[in-house]
Structures are given as structure tokens and as C-alpha cells.
């Protein structure tokens, strides 16, 4: 009898597990895209990535919202500049609870400067609420920390 009730009880439980693992695939996916995207400067993904009430806090403690986001966005666009942007994230871990997820990782930045031949790095703790609403997950709100570079090891 026991081993029936696990067979009903994990039957049940598989189709619950299956959506959490669908969802935070989904988040990931749409994370990528954005992260891909941001890189260009393209206004269409960080149109379709934040929520329309985003709180965000820069690294710098700057906060603002959508509208002043994808004001810098469109901006630097219409600014020619020799730098390119290549951003991906590392140590990510989502955490889904019903129609909200929290969203941390690393960010990794890499910016190269045509004119100078250089490149610099740099990486962040991000930290993002997701809301699931018709259908689609946005960023709700968002905190960046800088992570400081590393000091050199002294003798």
C-alpha cells in the first residue's frame, strides 16, 4: 500500500515539477537573450525585459525606472562610440515562488575600446524580482552591486 501511495503522490508531484523546471528554463532563456541583447544597446530587448513599474538600483545607488532606463539606452544608441559591450552571466540561481522569481547571479562584463586596442573587465552581483504576468516574465525590480577587482597579493 505504501508503495502505491508513493507511485499516486510522485505522479502528482511530476507535472508541478515539470513547470517549475520549464519556468526557470524559461527566465534563463529570456536572461540570455537580454544579456545578448543589452550588449548591442537594443531597445526592443530591454523593452520586453523590464516591467513597465521596474525599480531599479544602479551600482553606482543610482535608482530610476523604465522610462529613464531605456532613455540612456536610446541615447547611447544615437551615440557613435568605438566601444563594444559583451556581457554573459555566471553562478546563476533562480527561485520560483508561484507568479514571482528571484533571480541572482554574477554578471560578467567585457568592454573593448576599438580606438586604444584595450579591454576591460568587470563583474557584478545582480540581483532581479521577476513577475509572471500574462504569460511572460519581467524584471520588477533590480540591484546591481560592483564587485571590487581583485587586489594584487602582496610579498
Known amino acids: 500500500m505504501r508503495k502505491v501511495l508513493l507511485a499516486i503522490f510522485i505522479f502528482m508531484l511530476s507535472p508541478a515539477l515539470a513547470t517549475e523546471l520549464d519556468q526557470e528554463r ?4 529570456l536572461l540570455e537573450t537580454f544579456l545578448e541583447g543589452a550588449g548591442r544597446g537594443d531597445v526592443a530587448v530591454h523593452e520586453r525585459f523590464w516591467a513597465e513599474d521596474l525599480v531599479y538600483t544602479s551600482s553606482s545607488g543610482t535608482r530610476f525606472g523604465k522610462a ?3 532613455q540612456g539606452v536610446r541615447e547611447t544608441q544615437n551615440t557613435p562610440s568605438p566601444q563594444t559591450s559583451r556581457y554573459w552571466a555566471e ?3 533562480i527561485m520560483l515562488l508561484d507568479h ?5 547571479f554574477k554578471l560578467r562584463a567585457e568592454t573593448g575600446d576599438e580606438a586604444t586596442g584595450t579591454l576591460a573587465q568587470s563583474a ?3 540581483t532581479g524580482t521577476f513577475r509572471l504576468a500574462e504569460g511572460q516574465w519581467r524584471a520588477l525590480a533590480w540591484q546591481a552591486t560592483r564587485i571590487p577587482a581583485a587586489e594584487p597579493a602582496s610579498d
Do not use: G, K
Open 68 to 70: 529613464e532606463l531605456l
Open 26 to 29: 524559461a527566465i534563463e532563456a
Open 91 to 93: 553562478e546563476t540561481h
Open 100 to 104: 514571482v522569481a528571484i533571480v541572482t
Open 124 to 126: 557584478y552581483f545582480n
